[in-house]
């Protein structure tokens, strides 16, 4: 039983509370704390009631148990799930793990809506308030079982208090929901209820008219989704809008949707040769099955099969599909070691940080470490290094800075480390030349030392460029924005500065002309960009100018979806954090103790690496794998100029995925790349043109928005973001919200209220 202070609480927060005796029945007369609470005075002597009081039928009052809550006083409702009916703990959790997640799946920001409690029997309460509310209803009976396993308590009902919170709300906490929120929550409660006969799922046959329709047009009239998935999905539930659906042999409660209305398929699974998180219609459906998502070929076929009108010719907007395998935009964590991996994981799940930041920021921090020590040979004449230039896409507020400082860190400290012992031996090297000729002779000789900072945040090229000519390794460009680093290409000085970023991308010699100080040359530039960019601000610089340029092309994008963390309490212990901050330390010393080398005029002589024969089969593979692609019509024309710079990256991240195995796991020779790194690197390849794709794909979306935007200027965001859906109901609801400066949540019910329309 809560304690009273507990219960007294609970009254300052438009809580009725009745006594329980024994059997979960009132112990006093309650009917009139439907609509009068009791005061705390009277609940507090009913509370410490400890029997004695005998009633007119000679029977006694039994002793206060427990604390009930009255529903139906002020709007209260409760769903109750009693799993008690379940013979096994399995079974009972099963239920409740997919009726929870059924509910989370279609009632929007659900945990900050209900109010959930465990019961003593394994069962559940979901407390909420309404501004329509019933009597107690019976909504789900099992095959073979009397009892409801879900019902309501409204007016007229009661709950027993329970002190095992589920979600986050408590009951000092019980949120009003709308109607419409109430709704779903019934129908998908009502979808448990035993049905002797399996609804059968009809199509109904669609009238065809004669049109000037586009086969796929026309195609999605007439055919069923069903038809096609019919050998991969099943349905699961029937619910009001949309029948849920499960993958053969999958073992999550569901696989996703197909919407009644628009007869398109929503899926979350992975596991299909259908993209997730994407509306598919019954043609692309059918293109992907039939077509390997060759949709020009597709529409050819159903066109001849009499779909379309005969006066439209090829689809000039399916010359711009873009296919994305949704595998590929996955952050390949494998192809790191697996002490590197376990290190990002609790990063994840203890700092909320982003495993594809984190893993991109490793790349970077081992292109900087490596620099010009070992470069990869792919044949005679054809040599590449392993800079990297990475941009991680996110709006503000998702930690990227944060995440790329959880893996970056112990190399800043390096850097500082250097910095310092330059400065000592700086001071130390200017006092030896301040020695007369004589007192240098009695003095052991003070070699002018090499400047080894190799990290800058903030620079100007000139700066950079003299910090280059000492700090000829490399130097790791780190900046928390990239937008300015972006703008800065097109800028025209003595030259400009996207001529020297596009030779120090390529390694060729970079040559710096001022007139009022000594010219600076480098003749071996390495150096590796890292920072983050706002989606908005890099979609501004896919342009044609710097397609046509190459300079967006080098750039390996990162833009997982991500949202922002509540506070957890999980903590990363210290002692894996001074193991990585020592593991890198250790690889940064041991680069520059065993591996980089100098000849006599103390320049680097890069040590050659060179694929194995396993190796290099797989890289012939893969170069004309790309190759294929490059002069193949499957490919969209804007995707293909990426495809180049590939050639280059994949070699680039073998090398540095092969030097890090050979430090943290099997310490092999350095200057062979195995086949395992070379298939390593196709994975990480694939990551980022699926990203590239990804954000190609939202900068169309985010200029067709803009662009539905200014049409309808003079119409209401309700009537803008009706003409935007209509166009595309597929659009990213975070864009829109932003563009039309209103919330998510808006276009959430914006969207209800259109799908309730229809």
């Given at each position: 039983?809560?304690?009273?202070?507990?219960?007294?609480?609970?009254?300052d927060f438009n809580l009725s509370l009745i006594t329980i005796g024994d059997k979960k029945l009132p112990n006093f007369p309650w009917k009139a704390q439907q609509t009068t609470a009791l005061s705390k005075d009277n609940f507090e002597k009913n509370y410490n009631y400890q029997g004695g009081i005998i009633k007119k039928d000679k029977t006694e009052i039994p002793k206060t148990c427990g604390v009930g809550i009255v529903t139906g006083y002020k709007g209260l409702e409760v769903?109750?799930?009693?799993?008690?009916?379940?013979?096994?703990?399995?079974?009972?959790?099963?239920?409740?793990?997919?009726?929870?997640?059924?509910?989370?799946?279609?009632?929007?920001?659900?945990?900050?809506?209900?109010?959930?409690?465990?019961?003593?029997?394994?069962?559940?309460?979901?407390?909420?308030?309404?501004?329509?509310?019933?009597?107690?209803?019976?909504?789900?009976?099992?095959?073979?079982?009397?009892?409801?396993?879900?019902?309501?308590?409204?007016?007229?009902?009661?709950?027993?208090?329970?002190?095992?919170?589920?979600?986050?709300?408590?009951?000092?906490?019980?949120?009003?929901?709308?109607?419409?929120?109430?709704?779903?929550?019934?129908?998908?409660?009502?979808?448990?209820?035993?049905?002797?006969?399996?609804?059968?799922?009809?199509?109904?046959?669609?009238?065809?008219?004669?049109?000037?329709?586009?086969?796929?047009?026309?195609?999605?009239?007439?055919?069923?989704?069903?038809?096609?998935?019919?050998?991969?999905?099943?349905?699961?539930?029937?619910?009001?809008?949309?029948?849920?659906?499960?993958?053969?042999?999958?073992?999550?409660?569901?696989s996703g949707y197909v919407y009644k209305n628009s007869g398109c398929m929503y899926l979350f699974s992975t596991g299909t040769i259908y993209p997730h998180e994407k509306l598919i219609s019954p043609f692309t459906a059918y293109a992907i099955k039939h077509h390997n998502s060759d949709f020009k070929e597709a529409a050819k076929k159903i066109y001849k099969e009499g779909y379309g009108s005969r006066l439209i010719k090829e689809p000039k907007e399916l010359k711009e599909i873009?296919?994305?395998?949704?595998?590929?935009?996955?952050?390949?964590?494998?192809?790191?070691?697996?002490?590197?991996?376990?290190?990002?994981?609790?990063?994840?799940?203890?700092?909320?940080?982003?495993?594809?930041?984190?893993?991109?920021?490793?790349?970077?921090?081992?292109?900087?470490?490596?620099?010009?020590?070992?470069?990869?040979?792919?044949?005679?004449?054809?040599?590449?290094?392993?800079?990297?230039?990475?941009?991680?896409?996110?709006?503000?507020?998702?930690?990227?800075?944060?995440?790329?400082?959880?893996?970056?860190?112990?190399?800043?400290?390096?850097?500082?480390?250097?910095?310092?012992?330059?400065?000592?031996?700086?001071?130390?090297?200017?006092?030896?030349?301040?020695?007369?000729?004589?007192?240098?002779?009695?003095?052991?000789?003070?070699?002018?030392?090499?400047?080894?900072?190799?990290?800058?945040?903030?620079?100007?090229?000139?700066?950079?460029?003299?910090?280059?000519?000492?700090?000829?390794?490399?130097?790791?460009?780190?900046?928390?924005?990239?937008?300015?680093?972006?703008?800065?290409?097109?800028?025209?000085?003595?030259?400009?500065?996207?001529?020297?970023?596009?030779?120090?991308?390529?390694?060729?010699?970079?040559?710096?002309?001022?007139?009022?100080?000594?010219?600076?040359?480098?003749?071996?530039?390495?150096?590796?960009?890292?920072?983050?960019?706002?989606?908005?601000?890099?979609?501004?610089?896919?342009?044609?100018?710097?397609?046509?340029?190459?300079?967006?092309?080098?750039?390996?994008?990162?833009?997982?979806?991500?949202?922002?963390?509540?506070?957890?309490?999980?903590?990363?212990?210290?002692?894996?954090?001074?193991?990585?901050?020592?593991?890198?330390?250790?690889?940064?010393?041991?680069?520059?103790?065993?591996?980089?080398?100098?000849?006599?005029?103390?320049?680097?002589?890069?040590?050659?690496?060179?694929?194995?024969?396993?190796?290099?089969?797989?890289w012939v593979r893969i170069f004309n794998d790309i190759t294929n692609i490059q002069n193949s019509d499957e490919e969209n024309e804007y995707m293909k100029s990426m495809l180049p710079k590939q050639k280059s990256y994949i070699p680039r991240f073998s090398l540095i995925i092969n030097t890090i195995d050979c430090f943290y796991a099997d310490g092999t020779d350095v200057s062979t790349i195995s086949k395992n790194s070379i298939l390593k690197a196709e994975k990480l390849s694939?990551?980022?043109?699926?990203?590239?794709?990804?954000?190609?794909?939202?900068?169309?979306?985010?200029?067709?928005?803009?662009?539905?935007?200014?049409?309808?200027?003079?119409?209401?965001?309700?009537?803008?973001?009706?003409?935007?859906?209509?166009?595309?109901?597929?659009?990213?609801?975070?864009?829109?919200?932003?563009?039309?400066?209103?919330?998510?949540?808006?276009?959430?019910?914006?969207?209800?209220?259109?799908?309730?329309?229809?």
């Amino acid at each position: 039983m809560i304690t009273l202070s507990r219960a007294r609480q609970l009254f300052d927060f438009n809580l009725s509370l009745i006594t329980i005796g024994d059997k979960k029945l009132p112990n006093f007369p309650w009917k009139a704390q439907q609509t009068t609470a009791l005061s705390k005075d009277n609940f507090e002597k009913n509370y410490n009631y400890q029997g004695g009081i005998i009633k007119k039928d000679k029977t006694e009052i039994p002793k206060t148990c427990g604390v009930g809550i009255v529903t139906g006083y002020k709007g209260l409702e409760v769903i109750d799930i009693d799993l008690k009916v379940l013979p096994s703990l399995k079974e009972q959790q099963d239920f409740w793990n997919e009726y929870i997640s059924f509910l989370k799946d279609n009632i929007d920001d659900f945990e900050n809506k209900f109010c959930i409690y465990k019961t003593v029997n394994n069962g559940y309460h979901i407390l909420y308030r309404c501004a329509k509310i019933e009597g107690n209803k019976k909504l789900s009976k099992l095959e073979g079982y009397t009892e409801a396993i879900i019902e309501t308590r409204g007016i007229g009902g009661y709950v027993f208090v329970y002190e095992n919170k589920v979600e986050k709300l408590d009951y000092t906490e019980i949120k009003e929901i709308s109607e419409l929120d109430r709704e779903v929550l019934f129908e998908i409660s009502k979808s448990y209820n035993f049905i002797k006969e399996t609804e059968k799922i009809e199509v109904k046959e669609k009238e065809y008219k004669e049109s000037k329709l586009t086969p796929w047009d026309d195609y999605n009239s007439k055919v069923s989704i069903f038809d096609i998935i019919n050998d991969s999905f099943e349905v699961v539930r029937n619910i009001k809008d949309k029948y849920i659906i499960r993958r053969f042999n999958a073992t999550s409660a569901h696989s996703g949707y197909v919407y009644k209305n628009s007869g398109c398929m929503y899926l979350f699974s992975t596991g299909t040769i259908y993209p997730h998180e994407k509306l598919i219609s019954p043609f692309t459906a059918y293109a992907i099955k039939h077509h390997n998502s060759d949709f020009k070929e597709a529409a050819k076929k159903i066109y001849k099969e009499g779909y379309g009108s005969r006066l439209i010719k090829e689809p000039k907007e399916l010359k711009e599909i873009v296919v994305i395998n949704s595998k590929d935009l996955e952050f390949p964590l494998d192809i790191f070691p697996e002490s590197l991996q376990n290190y990002i994981k609790m990063c994840n799940t203890t700092l909320d940080s982003s495993i594809d930041y984190m893993g991109c920021s490793l790349l970077w921090m081992a292109s900087v470490i490596i620099g010009n020590s070992i470069n990869i040979r792919i044949k005679n004449g054809w040599v590449e290094n392993c800079t990297m230039w990475i941009s991680i896409v996110g709006k503000a507020g998702l930690g990227k800075t944060p995440s790329i400082s959880n893996i970056i860190f112990p190399l800043m400290k390096v850097n500082n480390r250097e910095i310092k012992n330059y400065i000592k031996k700086n001071e130390k090297y200017h006092a030896y030349k301040e020695l007369d000729k004589k007192e240098q002779k009695n003095t052991e000789e003070i070699k002018k030392p090499i400047k080894t900072q190799f990290i800058v945040n903030d620079i100007t090229l000139e700066a950079l460029v003299d910090l280059h000519e000492e700090s000829d390794n490399s130097v790791g460009v780190f900046k928390d924005e990239l937008a300015g680093w972006f703008k800065d290409m097109n800028k025209y000085r003595a030259g400009s500065d996207l001529e020297f970023w596009l030779s120090s991308w390529s390694g060729k010699a970079v040559n710096l002309n001022r007139k009022t100080a000594k010219s600076a040359f480098v003749e071996k530039p390495l150096i590796p960009v890292l920072g983050g960019i706002q989606p908005s601000i890099l979609t501004t610089f896919y342009t044609d100018e710097n397609k046509d340029n190459g300079f967006i092309d080098r750039m390996l994008l990162s833009f997982p979806e991500l949202e922002i963390e509540h506070y957890n309490d999980k903590e990363i212990s210290k002692d894996v954090l001074e193991w990585y901050s020592s593991s890198v330390v250790n690889f940064y010393d041991a680069v520059k103790k065993d591996i980089l080398k100098r000849n006599i005029e103390m320049e680097i002589e890069p040590i050659i690496a060179d694929f194995s024969n396993e190796a290099k089969k797989e890289w012939v593979r893969i170069f004309n794998d790309i190759t294929n692609i490059q002069n193949s019509d499957e490919e969209n024309e804007y995707m293909k100029s990426m495809l180049p710079k590939q050639k280059s990256y994949i070699p680039r991240f073998s090398l540095i995925i092969n030097t890090i195995d050979c430090f943290y796991a099997d310490g092999t020779d350095v200057s062979t790349i195995s086949k395992n790194s070379i298939l390593k690197a196709e994975k990480l390849s694939k990551y980022f043109i699926a990203m590239a794709k990804k954000i190609k794909v939202n900068t169309v979306e985010v200029s067709d928005i803009k662009q539905n935007i200014y049409l309808n200027k003079d119409k209401s965001v309700r009537e803008k973001f009706t003409a935007i859906y209509k166009e595309n109901p597929n659009i990213k609801k975070k864009e829109v919200a932003d563009l039309l400066g209103v919330s998510r949540q808006t276009i959430y019910d914006f969207i209800k209220d259109l799908e309730k329309c229809n």
